[in-house]
């Protein structure tokens, strides 16, 4: 059957019109449906829009989970994969952040390796450790297991984003997924790694079955992201953390046809695509290039210089140093605006920190971060 659900502006209006059941295509599909209303008004699809905004949005890399204390008592006793595959848990811990802050989005509570343990690939996350692999792939031999991603695969992932999305209302939720390279670093490294030796000598020795790989990880990443937008997301967030670690050229030849695989497939589902990476500097240019809507920045260079660098036509995400947040709040305020000073000089800007909360973070002071981000004006007066 051809899957016709398509963002077109005449079916976001009659899906609008009809509710947000009137979206809910066949999961069969993998299809794309519109940003449900009312989120799609909201600041933070505004700013990715580049759009003026009422105040600068933002959300928290890592909001939902590791430095709430209400996050470790519910995790309690429940292994990370299980959690992650269970609607219940999934929808609380995605609103947990939303209680104590007023972010201007959520983000769903999953992880990058849940789609490749749903296709059964061997994978714990290890406390304190982060995704370990069974069998680590170092061949063209260990690629079918790579197949495409079904929505009968995850079907926690899609039941909770759909209550998520009743719940959240006005406030958008953010799909993500991981992108192919660092997708590749966990499964062909074995886990968590320092300088990629694996991965890496994949991608240099044997450039057809890393491309072969990639291919393979581009597709289920795609699979991923659409369910999640089928079921109510009104962004995608395609975390490439580790694209940092190669140069230019490496990055344009082993990565970024496969990351703008992803951002066309995506290109019709009308919500707004982001992108990032950490330690990018070099490559935010490219990244651009590779078809985002959203760049994000870690803390490495200002704003106004990543605007300079990303080509016109994109909003920017990000950057405070997740570290500052340990100091007092003398440090973090100037800190603080000055971010959202450089911010303004992007088309669009998107307040983050440059990488995920640290779990040693009082969440007190990400609540007065986020009242500080709000009461300042969004455009110079
Ligand atoms: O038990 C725990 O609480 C373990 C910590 C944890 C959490 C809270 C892991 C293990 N995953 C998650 C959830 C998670 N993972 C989210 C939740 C939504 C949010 O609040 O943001 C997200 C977005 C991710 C994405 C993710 N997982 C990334 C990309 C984002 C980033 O920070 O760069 C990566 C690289 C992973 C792998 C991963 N999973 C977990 C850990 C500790 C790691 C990193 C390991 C490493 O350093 O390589």
């Known amino acids: 059957m051809s899957c016709a659900f398509a963002a077109e502006p005449a079916t976001a209006a009659v899906l609008v019109a009809l509710g947000p059941a009137a979206g809910a295509a066949p999961s069969h599909c993998g299809i794309i449906m519109a940003v449900t209303q009312p989120a799609a008004e909201s600041p933070f699809l505004r700013a990715c829009r580049r759009q003026p905004v009422p105040h600068t949005p933002v959300w928290y890399m890592r909001q939902a989970g590791r430095s709430l204390p209400e996050y470790r008592a519910l995790r309690a006793g429940t292994a990370m994969l299980d959690a992650l595959s269970t609607p219940d848990l999934i929808t609380e811990i995605t609103l947990q952040p939303l209680r104590r802050y007023h972010v201007d989005a959520a983000i769903f509570f999953s992880d990058i390796v849940v789609p490749l343990r749903a296709i059964g690939v061997g994978i714990e996350i290890k406390p304190g450790v982060g995704p370990v692999v069974d069998n680590p792939i170092r061949s063209a031999h260990d690629l079918p297991q790579l197949r495409p991603l079904e929505p009968d695969d995850v079907p926690y992932v899609t039941e909770a984003a759909r209550n998520l999305t009743a719940e959240l209302g006005a406030t958008p939720l953010i799909g993500f997924a991981g992108g192919p390279y660092t997708l590749a670093s966990y499964l ?39 369910m999640q937008v089928a079921a109510g997301a009104s962004a995608v967030q395609l975390f490439d953390s580790w694209v940092g670690t190669l140069s230019l050229e490496d990055y344009r030849r082993a990565v970024l046809p496969h990351s703008k695989r992803v951002f066309e497939a995506l290109a019709g589902a009308g919500v707004p695509r982001i992108h990032f990476g950490v330690g990018t500097g070099e490559l935010l240019g490219v990244m651009g290039e590779a078809g985002a809507d959203v760049v994000g920045v870690d803390w490495r260079v200002p704003l106004d210089e990543a605007a300079r660098r990303v080509e016109p036509g994109k909003a920017l995400q990000g950057n405070l140093d997740p570290a500052i947040l340990l100091a007092p709040w003398e440090v973090i305020e100037p800190r603080t605006l000055e971010v959202l000073a450089r911010g ?23 609540a007065r971060l986020t009242e500080l981000v709000h009461a300042t004006p969004a455009s110079p007066s």
Do not use: C
């Open 188 to 226: 062909v490294d074995g886990g968590p790694s320092k300088n990629f030796e694996a991965t890496k000598s994949l991608m240099y020795a044997e450039p057809a079955v890393w491309h072969e790989l990639m291919s393979r990880l581009a597709e289920i990443t795609i699979g991923f992201l659409q």
């Open 344 to 366: 303004r000089t992007a088309e669009g800007h998107i307040f983050n920190l440059g990488h995920g909360v640290l779990p040693q973070t009082d969440p007190d002071v990400l």
